[in-house]
């Protein structure tokens, strides 16, 4: 592993880059965009995150929002809605408290198998079974691990992407509490088939607990020989956890290869892609935690059996965050294919205290709405991108009449104003143009013509020429937001 130089690490300039690099957290009111969906619920609380600096976007407590970091919240509703589960069958009822227990409900045994095999067969099964990547682009995993594979460079990397900075997604949170053991094992199945000695596992700030059950984790992987020298059928494996320090950018790939590189948590231009030029400049996997996480069944059941889950190009299963507007907020596992309907309606209950469903937002800030005549849309990723929607991480946050399209265009516009990492002109200068703009109409409560003319401008600017997912998002959600209600928002 290449040692950085002390002067790289805790720069003032660094530092300077995060929310929450120095301090440890305080008391914090969420302001995610779930929580902001269900303030009708306890606007006294929500109003607190309001006036809350630095501010905190998302602290994973979507089921119990509005919420606040030192609120008493029990688990989540945890639950299973497809015929086989791959992610939460051993979780359903409780947590996985310690390593004995994983390995009495057949844990581990996936790792063993792994290590019988060759690396380049573990990869056939993954780019058989179809898997695509859970952190919201859906590039299909096992072509990944293969372009990592096929460097020529002898050190590779492997990082974990637990940063989870989506509003109304807990769905990686509830994986690192309930079973890191899982989480573990699949990451290290990727290193071994990817040739990997070292795992970053990256964890955010506001999710202490789930630090907490990873570093539990890891260290018992660790006394059971599993981590470490010649751990790897006589290859080494170290894994290293990393703490977030407050950054929504910062879970974008090439911006965490950064941070954990001790610089700025900036996206980097692709070409190269992580796989050939990522973490110190050697090739470098990015799994999302959910991804990682059906590694295991992958193995132990075939990459065909997994391929048989799901639908068109969305295979396997997928888990689902509800947030608190539903009647029954929680994480499902649903298999691909599901209709919107059923997912509101069957699975989420419906809206408490009876609210009629204004829209849905799936996939986190920067994702088109859901209208009421688009439920009958099938979860899938195509299927989602078909109505300028996304699927994202699978965080569903519905909203109800409370919320006017000019009150979203707000909350977003100035989400991503605040969270904007300024490297790029198009997002750094658009997403303050827009707040202008917005603040500026805020009293009205609408859009002049003139003022959604420039909005539209700016907005197409972002979406086509910003440098990373964050512009390109905001730009897209902006205008998604404005064509679906137009009648709404300008007149
Ligand atoms: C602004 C931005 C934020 C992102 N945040 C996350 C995140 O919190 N967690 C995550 O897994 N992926 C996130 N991603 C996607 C990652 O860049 C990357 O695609 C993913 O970690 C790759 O893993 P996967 O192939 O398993 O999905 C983000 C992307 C962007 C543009
Ligand atoms: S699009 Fe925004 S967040 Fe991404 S690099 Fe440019 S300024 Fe930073």
């Given at each position: 592993m290449?040692?950085l130089p ?5 720069r ?7 929310t929450?690099?120095?301090?440890e957290?305080?008391?914090?009111y969420c ?5 902001f ?7 006294k609380?929500?109003?607190?995150s309001k ?5 905190t976007y ?6 119990a ?6 609120g008493y919240?029990k688990r989540p509703?945890?639950?299973?809605k497809t015929?086989k589960?791959?992610?939460l ?16 409900l057949?844990?581990?045994?996936a790792?063993?198998?792994a ?5 380049i ?6 780019k058989?079974?179809?898997?695509r ?11 990944k691990?293969e372009s ?5 460079e002898e050190e ?5 992407n ?7 997604a807990?769905?990686d949170?509830?994986l690192?509490e309930d079973?890191?053991y899982l989480?573990i094992e ?5 290193a071994?088939?990817?040739?990997a ?7 955010r700030?506001?999710y202490?607990f789930?630090y907490?059950?990873m570093?539990?984790?890891i260290n018992e992987?660790k006394n059971?020989g599993l981590i470490?020298t010649?751990?790897?059928k006589g ?7 990393e703490?977030?320090k407050?950054s929504?950018?910062?879970g974008?790939e090439t911006?965490?290869i950064n941070?954990?590189m001790?610089?700025?948590g900036e996206?980097r ?10 973490l ?10 959910e ?7 992958i193995?132990k059941?075939?990459?065909?059996s997994y391929?048989e889950?799901g639908?068109?190009?969305s295979?396997?299963?997928?888990l ?13 596992e649903v298999e691909f294919?599901i209709?919107?309907?059923?997912i509101?309606?069957?699975i ?8 009629p469903?204004?829209?849905?937002i799936?996939?986190g ?5 859901i209208?009421p005549?688009e439920?009958?849309t ?7 991108r078909?109505?300028?929607a ?7 946050i519905?909203f109800?009449?409370d919320?006017t ?5 707000y909350?977003?516009i ?5 969270e904007?990492c300024?490297k790029?002109?198009?997002c ?5 143009s827009l707040?202008?703009?917005v ?10 013509k003139?003022?959604s003319?420039s ?6 600017v ?5 440098l990373?997912?964050?512009g ?12 679906k ?7």
């Open positions: 290449v040692s002390q002067i790289l690490i805790k003032p300039e660094v530092d300077s880059f995060y929450f690099s120095t301090v957290l305080p008391e914090q302001r995610g965009l779930a929580c969906a269900s303030r009708s619920l306890n606007e609380i929500f109003s607190k006036v809350q600096i630095p501010r998302c602290l994973g407590f979507c089921y929002g509005p919420s606040y970091s030192k919240y509703i945890i639950d299973i015929k589960s791959v992610l069958k051993d979780i359903v009822k409780d947590r996985i408290y310690d390593i004995e227990q994983y390995i009495s057949d844990g581990l045994s790792l063993k198998k290590l019988n095999m060759e690396p067969d573990i990869i056939k099964e993954v058989e079974s179809g898997l990547g859970r952190g919201g682009a859906y590039f299909p995993t096992g072509l691990w990592a594979y096929n460097q020529r590779r990397y492997l990082i974990i637990g940063d989870e900075g989506d509003a109304g807990y769905i949170k509830v690192m079973n890191p989480v699949g990451a290290l199945i990727a071994y088939a990817i040739g000695k070292t795992i970053y596992i990256y964890v700030k506001e202490p789930a907490e059950t570093k539990k984790a992987f059971k470490g010649n751990a790897l290859r080494s494996i170290n894994i290293i956890l703490k977030g407050g929504y950018v910062v974008e911006a965490m941070a954990i001790g610089l700025r996206p231009a692709r070409p190269p892609y992580p796989t050939e030029l990522g110190f400049n050697k090739p470098t996997v990015v799994n999302n935690v991804t990682i996480s059906n590694i295991p069944w193995i059941n075939s990459g065909k391929y889950l639908f068109n190009k295979r396997g299963t997928k689902i965050s509800l947030n608190n507007l539903f009647n029954k907020p929680g994480v499902y294919g209709s919107l309907n059923e509101v309606y069957n989420g209950d419906g809206l408490k205290n009876n609210l469903l204004k829209m849905l799936i996939g800030p920067l994702a088109g709405p209208l005549n439920l009958d099938k979860l899938g990723v195509e299927e989602l078909n109505i300028n996304s699927l994202g991480h699978g965080n569903i519905a109800s009449n919320t399209a000019f009150d979203l265009l909350e977003i100035d989400f991503a104003a605040y904007s300024g790029c002109f198009p750094r200068f658009g997403t303050q707040l202008s703009i603040e500026n109409a805020k009293k009205r409560g609408y859009f002049t003139e003022e003319n909005i539209e401008r700016i907005a197409r972002m979406k086509s020429q910003s990373c997912g964050h390109v998002g905001t730009g897209d959600a902006v205008l998604s937001i404005i064509n209600l137009r009648d709404e928002v300008v007149k």
